[in-house]
């Protein structure tokens, strides 16, 4: 049973363009959340899918930023018109589900996207 | 609003002590806490997850307990190796709400050889 993926691992962009980040939950996984760490700082939380459906975006970015879970396909973290202030690891970590269960609520952590903004 | 400490930022020890990380959260309401140690430029490797119910966990040489009354948590580590070296991060995940992690900003470890 392969681990959460993300792709790429590694992304440079230039300041105005697109960066788009991928992340495969683990199989029988539907809920994924999207993470950030800046250089020198804590993971926190960006934002929480199910199939289709946005959960929770507290932590995103109020603009640029989107995120989405087709039912068919990996999640994508979209950041449009990406800033030197983007650059950070992005992790990406999905779990069973959220039932009472022991382990429901586990989250599996991907290797993570270092994007760079030159 | 849940808020996660971690004392001291960074430790620097000998080969072969035995140490002690600390997590404290600010809300009691958790669900779990789980510790994870990283790897400069790499991702996240879980070493113990603590349900809300449990007082703590073993695996090999490392130990996590949780007080959730006290809002603390402790990760002990046994006869610290220089493979040990790494960043040693909690989360909790609140009972309220979607589950996310909420983090510290972790404990940078050197364990010198």
């Known amino acids: 049973n392969a681990g959460v993926m993300q792709n790429p691992r590694h992304l440079v962009r230039r300041r105005g363009q697109e960066a788009r980040l991928r992340c495969s939950p683990m199989?029988?996984?539907?809920?994924v959340y999207w993470y950030r760490q800046l250089p020198e700082e804590g993971l926190k939380f960006m934002v929480y899918?199910?199939?289709?459906?946005?959960?929770?975006e507290s932590g995103m970015p109020k603009e640029r930023f989107s995120a989405e879970f087709p039912k068919e396909g990996p999640s994508i973290l979209r950041i449009q018109q990406v800033v030197r202030g983007d650059s950070a690891a992005y992790f990406c970590?999905?779990?069973?589900?959220?039932?009472?269960?022991?382990?429901?609520?586990?989250?599996?952590f991907g290797p993570g996207t270092r994007l760079t903004v030159l | 609003k849940q808020e996660v400490t971690q004392i001291p930022a960074a430790l620097s020890v000998p080969e072969g002590e035995n140490l002690v990380l600390n997590c404290s959260f600010t809300?009691?309401?958790?669900?779990?806490l789980q510790w994870f140690r990283q790897d400069p430029g790499k991702g996240l490797t879980s070493l113990l997850l603590?349900?809300?119910?449990?007082r703590e966990q073993t695996s090999g040489r490392l130990n996590a307990s949780l007080d959730k009354s006290s809002g603390r948590s402790t990760l002990y580590i046994a006869a610290s190796q220089p493979g040990d070296s790494a960043t040693y991060l909690c989360?909790?995940?609140?009972?309220?709400?979607?589950?996310?992690?909420?983090f510290g900003t972790g404990t940078r470890l050197k364990v010198l050889a």
């Open positions: 970590a999905s779990s069973p589900g959220t039932g009472g269960g022991k382990g429901d609520n586990e989250q599996f």
């Open positions: 199989k029988g996984h539907s809920h």
């Open positions: 899918l199910q199939k289709e459906n946005i959960i929770d």
């Open positions: 809300d009691s309401a958790i669900y779990n």
């Open positions: 603590i349900q809300s119910s449990q």
């Open positions: 989360a909790v995940i609140t009972s309220s709400g979607t589950y996310k992690y909420i």
